[in-house]
């Protein structure tokens, strides 16, 4: 097992590197602005070279390089979000996701039945709207959106991270599936099967 | 009241991905479910979002 970088040489900047593409794909989704990304990609593998010895191996490099990445991310939102308040009014949100509801609560179209969740997750065509949909969603309900599902934070860390309540990451979280559901209505969960 | 409805039922499978539900949310909502085809998607629905993206992740 590697203890430190000098038991480790091979985890050497070149090696990190190769991680560039990942820790690319996971910042551009979550800060939906290149340069940012880019800016705050290269700070992680310059963490991660400065920090190697600090890396254990007993997680995968990955993994601790998504760790990293996710602490500058944070950072990043905090920063956001005290300079730029709020875009677009809640309220505005919430109408929209109001209105797939009848005055009785009920559905008014009948969401898409889904055979099989695991298998449709695998495909390409799949995947490729969701990313697409993610991108669309409003701003801080995709960061929180991202900083869940692409990060796996859990609820009570993203409370702490952002200073947000419970109910709110809740109602954020909410607002997100839901409006990725609708907009997966439209050519994820119906065209992307197999015919 | 037992019964809930659709957008209730929704925000608690939202809810649920997310922390475990407390037993009389989970109660409901498991009734809701077995009378409604449109929440039984929309919690497929959910599993499916959930899946892709940790599959988009690791996948190059």
Same mark, same amino acid.
């Given at each position: ?70 602490? /500058?991310? &944070? %950072?990043? *939102?905090? #920063? ?13 949100? $919430? ?36 990313? /697409?949909? &993610? %991108?669309? *969603?409003? #701003? ?13 934070? $859990? ?41 | ?60």
């Amino acid at each position: 097992m590697t203890q430190d970088a000098a038991a480790n040489p091979q985890l050497d900047f070149k090696v990190l590197a190769e991680h560039r593409v990942y820790l690319m794909k996971v910042a551009r989704l979550q800060l939906r602005d290149e340069h940012l990304a880019e800016d705050c990609v290269s700070d992680v593998l310059t963490q991660a070279y400065e920090k190697r010895a600090s890396f254990r191996g007993d997680s995968s490099l990955r993994t601790w390089l998504t760790t990293i990445l996710k602490n /500058r991310i &944070v %950072d990043l *939102l905090r #920063k956001q979000w005290r300079e730029q308040p709020l875009e677009l009014p809640d309220e505005d949100n $919430d109408n929209r996701i109001d209105r797939l509801f009848d005055a009785g609560g009920h559905y008014v179209d009948m969401p898409s039945a889904v055979q099989d969740p695991a298998e449709l997750a695998q495909q390409d065509g799949f995947l490729a709207a969701v990313q /697409r949909c &993610v %991108d669309m *969603l409003p #701003k801080r309900v995709g960061q929180v959106f991202v900083l869940r599902e692409v990060f796996g934070t $859990d609820t009570k860390d993203i409370c702490k991270d952002l200073s947000l309540t419970t109910s709110n990451v809740w109602v954020q979280l909410y607002r997100a599936r839901m409006m990725l559901r609708t907009c997966l209505e439209r050519g994820g969960f119906g065209h992307a099967q197999p015919r | 009241m037992i019964r809930i409805s659709c957008q209730q039922a929704s925000r608690l499978l939202s809810q649920q991905q997310d922390e475990p539900l407390a037993f009389g949310k989970r109660l409901r909502l498991r009734l809701h479910l077995l009378y409604c085809d449109a929440c039984t998607n929309v919690s497929r629905q959910f599993a499916a979002l959930r899946l892709a993206l940790r599959h988009w992740r690791e996948h190059d």
